[in-house]
């Protein structure tokens, strides 16, 4: 045990960060109803929770009664009070103005007059009053998504039975640059859509057929949170709403319940559990990676010459004769096993053992490099 301390300066301190990353691939077979290679009725899922309150369903790896399962992903939907498919008539109409407004203070914040800020692009005078949340298990996304490298690639074909014969791939393009600050949960970025793989789709905002880039919600990084819009499966209508399919698709959005409802019908007229189910029965495919922020002490710890030459470990006299000296006039010597690092009150802190015992003698200086990892 040492009963020498020395005290480390600040010069002899520097604090680091490094964000180490995960690979998250979230293949469609897991979300999309096709489990364990067998297609099972929507809705019936042993890896879909689904809750008496009907206000999001949860989707797991496994299904949710294993003890090896693992929560994903939350899923719901919601419109704001000033959206035009609001009526009070409609299902569950409260529950999704509520979930709207919760989300959008919790993402977006309060303006000048105290009143909740609706989900809107920047810079565009489109707002997105009709939206779609994942709100991804911070077992995924860690301290935070990494920016740029978000990738959704979702159905948008007309028939649920055959959904990915068109598709759109939403991806935070360039969010390693462009993204903004002005949110209470922190960092985030547009995500934009683009055409995926499969037969282009008939028809886009400037009803060519291709869809570039083209903004359709957000993506929070801290939060874990993407916010999509439901113009995805809606036609472009050209008053300044957001919208990605020509002006004469509205997709069917439940057709494997109804076979008749569109996108706008299923927000009105169906429970947020259907529509949720309606998305992930058009989910394809999901990759991003994760970051795990890792912030570092490191300490240095200079041994000078004429320091720790000697130990006051029992073992290192005998019979009141340093061991490691021949004679009387032989150098001392010591051998350096452990840094303990202590607090201002000489309490021990933190503990740093050596590979292998170092030799310290008079005639060397020695500096120890102790990192603590938090």
């Known amino acids: 045990m040492a009963n020498t301390y020395k005290d480390i300066k600040t010069e002899d301190k520097v604090t680091t960060k490094a964000l180490l990353h995960e ?7 897991i979300v999309s109803g096709t489990y364990g290679g067998t297609t099972i009725a929507i809705g019936s899922e042993p890896h879909i929770k689904t809750y008496s309150h009907g206000m999001f369903e949860s989707v797991y790896d496994y299904p949710y009664l294993s003890s090896s399962a693992n929560h994903i992903f939350d899923l719901t939907c919601g419109y ?4 035009p498919l609001s009526a009070s008539g409609n299902s ?12 959008a203070q919790i993402l977006m914040g309060h303006d ?3 009143s909740i800020k609706e989900f ?11 939206v779609y949340f994942v709100n991804f298990s911070r077992l995924l996304t860690k301290d935070e998504i990494k920016k740029g490298s978000f990738s959704l690639e979702l159905g948008v074909n007309a028939s649920s039975t055959d959904p990915f014969t068109k598709t759109v791939k939403l991806a935070d393009t360039n969010g390693l640059n462009d993204f903004f600050t ?6 985030y970025a547009i995500l934009s859509a683009s055409n995926g793989t499969g037969t282009p789709m008939s028809g886009s905002p400037d009803q060519s057929t291709t869809v570039v880039n083209y903004p359709v919600g957000l993506l929070f990084y801290q939060a874990g949170i993407a916010v999509l819009s439901a113009s995805m499966f809606m036609p472009n209508t050209g008053d300044g709403k957001v919208g990605i399919l020509s002006a004469s698709v509205d997709v069917l959005h439940e057709s494997f319940e109804t076979g008749t409802q569109s996108a706008r019908e299923t927000l009105t007229g169906s429970t947020i559990q259907r529509n949720c189910d309606g998305v992930r029965v058009r989910w394809k495919n999901l990759d991003f990676n994760n970051t795990t922020e890792l912030n570092s002490t490191v300490h240095f710890c200079r041994l000078r010459h004429n320091e720790f030459n000697y130990s ?8 009141s004769k340093i061991r490691v000296k021949e004679v009387s006039l032989d ?4 051998y350096v096993t452990t840094v303990g690092l202590y607090s201002a009150e000489n309490e021990l802190v933190a503990v740093a053992k050596l590979s292998e015992p170092i030799k310290k003698t008079p005639e060397s200086e020695l500096t120890l490099r102790v990192r603590l990892d938090f």
């Open 312 to 319: 006051s470990n029992p073992t290192y006299v005998s019979g």
């Open 80 to 83: 704001s009070s000033r959206s």
């Open 112 to 114: 000048i007059t105290g």
């Open 120 to 130: 809107q692009i920047p810079a565009e005078s489109a707002r997105m009053r009709e």
């Open 182 to 187: 002005d949110s209470p949960a922190g960092e």
């Open 331 to 334: 150098q001392p010597v010591s």
């Open 92 to 103: 569950q109409n409260a529950k999704k103005i509520n979930l709207y407004n919760q989300m």
């Open 23 to 29: 690979a998250i691939p979230l293949t469609g077979s």
